[in-house]
């Protein structure tokens, strides 16, 4: 995980740091813990984790006590970050929302639409915030691109990793593609009403899981937008790409190394020809995820509502699990076996 720091200011004099807590030490969730113990805002209260071994190792390198008592540990705190396995999202988030804790939650949101519903009443019924970890709203590169986004006609997008054991609970749609997903509907909204989808074709194949690892899925919007995405959780290098095409403009976004390249058309007049005009877009390196934990924070003190909450994340899982059925779809017509 990207370790670059995130460029903040200090807090003021008197700052009051919030009390956090993590659920979920994994691969994830000992990154969170990270990232709260180094930023001043917050104070890292302890650890749960059903995995005894994991607790101590993630609460040792930071100096906080292991809590084997959940409810010990939600009693300490003001806000979670829940990072445990996508199966336990909604149980542990609407537990703790309503013991009036905020909560970050991992993506996806949940494992199902249901799920999510309920989390969004649980977090409209509290009161509380509840934001979802689609870290790479929060990547250089997409905050550079946001404001050159005009009319999208066309997305192309890779995302492929080398194999991992870690995030085998769910497909390589759940957990890969669906950062993309939710970036692209993003993109799509950012200057009207989000489009909707009016076909979804999608192909995968389980490789070194019971579940899909390699998967394309081919979106087309209303208004004619067409999105390509691929994901692969087998793939012999690592690629973050989003590739986005738009009248008179190629932009070619880099999730990795958090910059982007822009080619413009630019007309000289009647006796000369058009030019391609390029233009590299790079910003300081910020670390995502402690640029989202930063925007966490802020939210729980401002009650301000985050910028992807329940709503996004839930738009973004909807579609994965749509591309999830064309999946299991395609692989019947192909009479092949494809993992629940």
């Known amino acids: 995980m990207n370790s670059a720091p995130i460029i903040a200011a200090p807090p003021p004099s008197g700052f009051v740091p919030v009390r956090v807590g993590v659920f979920g030490?994994?691969?994830?969730?000992?990154?969170?813990?990270?990232?709260?113990?180094q930023s001043p805002r917050a104070h890292l209260v302890g650890i749960h984790d059903r995995d005894p071994a994991a607790a101590r190792a993630t609460a040792a390198a930071h100096g906080?006590?292991?809590?084997?008592?959940?409810?010990r540990l939600a009693a300490a705190i003001e806000a979670a970050s829940v990072a445990v396995p996508t199966a336990f999202h909604?149980?542990?988030?609407?537990?703790?929302l309503g013991q009036g804790k905020d909560v970050l939650v991992e993506k996806p949101i949940a494992p199902t639409l249901a799920d999510a519903?309920?989390?969004?009443?649980?977090?409209?019924h509290s009161g509380r915030i509840l934001q979802v970890g689609?870290?790479?709203?929060?990547?250089p590169a997409v905050r550079l691109v946001r404001p050159r986004i005009t009319q999208p006609l066309f997305f192309e997008v890779h995302r492929l990793s080398l194999f991992s054991p870690r995030s085998l609970d769910v497909d390589v749609l759940l957990d890969l593609m669906i950062h993309d997903l939710d970036i692209v509907l993003a993109f799509l909204a950012l200057n009207g009403p989000a489009p909707e989808i009016e076909d979804l074709r999608a192909v995968g194949l389980p490789v070194l899981s019971g579940k899909a690892d390699i998967a394309n899925v081919r979106v087309e919007f209303t208004g004619g937008c067409v999105a390509n995405f691929t994901a692969s959780r087998v793939s012999t290098e690592k690629v973050r790409k989003l590739r986005l095409f738009q009248p008179g403009e190629y932009i070619s976004l880099d999730y990795s190394r958090q910059d982007a390249h822009v080619f413009r058309l630019e007309g000289r007049g009647r006796d000369a020809p058009p030019a391609v005009l390029p233009a590299h877009l790079t910003a300081a390196p910020v670390e995502p995820l402690a640029a989202e934990l930063e925007a966490f924070l802020a939210s729980v003190r401002s009650r301000q509502a985050p910028e992807c909450g329940a709503a996004e994340a839930s738009a973004a899982l909807a579609t994965a699990l749509r591309a999830g059925q064309a999946v299991v779809r395609h692989a019947r017509r192909l009479g092949l076996r494809q993992g629940a």
């Open 25 to 37: 030490c994994g691969s994830f969730g000992r990154h969170h813990a990270r990232v709260y113990a």
């Open 64 to 71: 906080v006590p292991v809590f084997d008592d959940p409810a």
């Open 90 to 96: 909604a149980p542990v988030a609407i537990e703790l």
């Open 117 to 124: 519903d309920a989390m969004r009443q649980a977090a409209e």
């Open 134 to 139: 689609h870290l790479e709203r929060f990547n």
